[in-house]
Antibody, heavy 119, light 110 residues
């Protein structure tokens, strides 16, 4: 059974950094592209970033490009996102997600980790 | 990376059908058959209900169906049930090798 568990969220001041992790199990992690998706309070879902199965390709939403870095450690079955220069508008519940039947949709999601950026 | 356009809310009575539209551009919805739909109940992880425009994952009710015409995709729920009340999001792959969601539609079952 696929299991994704996010961690690392918390309260941080604007301009500071935070690293989120997503521990995966129940599937061959090294074979799957992995994504981060977030939801700000009272707002809709927003796609954040994707990393290819081997880490060689990475793409970002314009809203986080240059500030966030997605990475993975296939030896630890873990996905990361390093979030720098955090802004109040980065406050959100952050989910990691991965494909099942389709390479362009996400069958499997974690429960999310909350990031709050506030002074 | 502008969000896809969805109606903010739709409503229907039990047993009735409803349709939610999702409008994008030729760089996303119109350019690829990679539109997906998610059902999201507050406090829970989003659930994939349609992928690749019209395919249903195993275990998803046949009451959910998807289609696309030009730059607009649609989700239809036939025979509304109380448990269908949730937020629904469309999502599309884009020409920039990124993904973009719609703003979300709140479905109310009257």
């Amino acid at each position: 059974q696929v299991h994704l568990v996010e961690s690392g969220g918390g309260v941080v001041q604007p301009g500071r950094s935070l690293r989120l992790s997503c521990a995966a199990s129940g599937f061959t992690f090294a074979s799957n592209a992995m994504h981060w998706v977030r939801q700000a309070p009272g707002k809709g879902l927003e796609w954040v970033a994707v990393i290819s199965y081997d880490g060689s390709s990475k793409y970002y939403a314009d809203s986080v490009k240059g500030r966030f870095t997605i990475s993975r450690d296939n030896s630890k079955d873990t996905l990361y996102v390093q979030m720098n220069s955090l802004r109040v508008e980065d406050t959100a519940l952050y989910y990691c997600a991965t494909k099942g039947v389709s390479g362009f949709a996400w069958d499997y999601w974690g429960q999310g980790t909350q990031v709050t950026v506030s002074s | 990376q502008s969000a896809l356009t969805q109606p903010a809310s739709v409503s229907g009575s039990p047993g009735q059908p409803i349709t939610i539209s999702c409008t994008g551009t030729s760089s996303n919805v119109g350019g690829y058959d990679y539109v997906s739909w998610y059902q999201h109940h507050p406090g829970k992880a989003p659930k994939l209900i349609i992928y690749d425009v019209s395919k249903r994952p195993s275990g998803v009710s046949a009451r959910f169906s998807g289609s696309k015409s030009g730059n607009t995709a649609s989700l239809t729920i036939s025979g509304l049930q109380a448990e269908d009340e949730a937020d629904y999001y469309c999502c599309s792959y884009t020409s920039s090798r990124t993904w973009v969601f719609g703003g979300g539609t709140k479905l109310t079952v009257l």
